[in-house]
């Protein structure tokens, strides 16, 4: 038999060790872990709506037209509370034996609202009675019956005792309850009741965690009180400073470890000094075919300040597509290569990796400047004095994928590591770089200068936070030649139109990519494939054109080869997948269709738009979706179920192209995690913090731990005191960081 644990908790009035232990699976095992347990969003008295009101608001909105509404304004269904008297309640067969459970609510203001449950119906029938009052949230909608009407929302009997709370105008506070909570029927009732008790009682000691002037300063409640607060606050202002507190707490602890972090680093390591205005550069300035944009002066500043700062460089460089980074990076590498050193460009894929070796072949011809490529699947005698070159230190440049540290490679005297598309190599890869450069020098504690470039325009809030240990440069504008991309979704059925105008444009000389999602058919998933729908085009609409195929599955010289003829204007087609995402740099290519384009994220669809309007010409994008999704353009509301709907997504690719925008929408629609792969991104599991609407925060936190650890860089000063325990706690995930004892 299994041991029955013992359970603090438990010794509660009103929980005994049955209840504790549904607890414990929830994670709460003490006392103050129940007073840790904050609510998870709160019911304000004062905008509970009356029934009628409600069924205004309702009627409002479902006015609303999609199409005429620009995807920032479109406002998701809101949340709801009313408060009300349960007058009538009965029961209804539907469909094949099933019933669904009615309870009409009045509450005087004229209109009755309806609330609908199809599960668990005998259950609610035993919870409810005519004359119960009971308070409701959820999302109303409206039907042919009933003005007011919510399926399955939350509800709640009000109690004698608490209606004072709710006459009042007072704020209730609401928890996350799990199903294990419902059945036990665990409530928000019985939440504030046990959590009173414990807070009343002062069961749990709480020491605070922020120092004393930070409190002050910046008008924080003191832990106590903050926790109070949260639970049971007495105003509105009272919780949002309480609000306030937590994140701010969340999120400067998270930047403390970060700067902390990067302060061993500039401590011990030491950056080697590059000279910014050598030949190399100067010569290759002055034969640039255009000139540098204000941006992306700015940004070789920036590195070449580091360059000669004596610390490693440590810089993420954040441009949208085609806004020109990679001229910057040569530039930078230049400088670099005449100091005597060597430079690392690493690509995500063999694809990007040839292209930029091949950019930098183009640009560094007039010079003697010695360049490797190195990429898997390169035969061993070749790969063996690639090596050579590379140990030597004759190789000045090596580009390549990760297969850089597969292969036991020496590099000779690395000073320079630029990683490009950032979000796709994990934080690791990073770091066995710099393991790899520091072994090519003899003085051990020099670190290479890193730059990190990313297309992928995170909004300000993720970079501060998962790139926090980098300096962001950011390149704004695109260079002045490019003209907006014009884009257009384009239903199935109207794609014949498309084809005659990608026939046209052709006809004036220019290119054009069709991406699908697919490589092959396949049974499971309905989408179109690249092979198949190239051999059916091919030899019908396209039959009279040069068409060429790009995939993942084709061996790396079939690849080499169709890009090169695409780059050559040998071909008119390139049907392809997202192999050509990132980096492809094709001027001529004005046109891209992409096929089922709902399958694809927003960032990644603006990646795959970079690919066009890089040149002076008028480029168009056709988002292909189905058919169907005009139906969904014509539904007048949008159920927050359906934030991710593909269409909306679409939608917000019509109206901008600025990639900084499209992935604040992303942020938005998808959340953080969705966006970076939580995993791979490091981002932690903010609680409290969010990362879409608190970026004052963050930013605030930021400001304020930089300034801390810059003064007092080891918290010593009595001051900090609090500040070490604390953030030692933080950093051994020690939950007690929130200031319990
Ligand atoms: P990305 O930031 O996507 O890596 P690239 O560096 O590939 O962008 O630049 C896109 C294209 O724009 C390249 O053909 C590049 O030569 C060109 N380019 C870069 N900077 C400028 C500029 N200041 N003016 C005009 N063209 C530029
Ligand atoms: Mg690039």
Redesign the pocket.
Known sequence: MADKKEYEIQYLKGVGPKRAEVFAQAGITNYSDLILYFPTSYIDRNSVKSIQELSKIIKNENQFDFRNTKIQDIKFQTEYSLIGKIVKISEKEFGHHRKLLLLFISDGSGVNARIVFFNRIEYFKKSYQIDDWVMVNGYPESDQYFDVSFTHPEIEKIDIEESGLYRKGGILPKYRLPEIFVKSQITHKTLRKLIKEVIETKKVELQETLPDYLLQDLKLPKIENCIEALHFPTNKNELEKARFRVKFEESFLFQLTLLTKRKHQIKYEKGLIIEKNTTLVKSFYKHLP????QS?IQVLKDIFNDFKSQRPMNRLLQ??????????AIISMLAVIDAGYQVVFMAPTELLAEQHYN?LKKFLEPYSIKIELLVGGQKKKYRNEINEEISSGRAQIICGTHALFQSNIKFNKLAYVII?EQHRFGVSQRAELIELAKQSYNELDVVPHILV?S?TPIPRTLTMTIYGDLNVSV?KEL???RKPIKTKVVFNQNRLKVYEFIKAEIAQGRQCYIVYPLVEKSEKIDYKAVIEHYEELKDSIFKDYRVGMLHGQLFSYEKDDAMQAFLNKELDILFATTVIEV?I?V?NATIMVIEDSERFGLSQLHQLR?RIG?GESQSYCFLFTKDYFQFQLKKTKIDPKERKAAIIRLKAMEETSDGFKISEIDLELRGPGDIMGTKQSGLPDFRYLDLVNDGEIISLSRTIASNIIATDPNLVSLENNILLITLKKYINKDKSFLGIA
């Open positions: 255009f000139e540098l944009t992306q441009g949208d597509v085609g806004s020109g980074k990679t001229i910057v950019t490009d470039m297309a390149i260079p002045k030649n980096g740099d001027p970079g890089r």
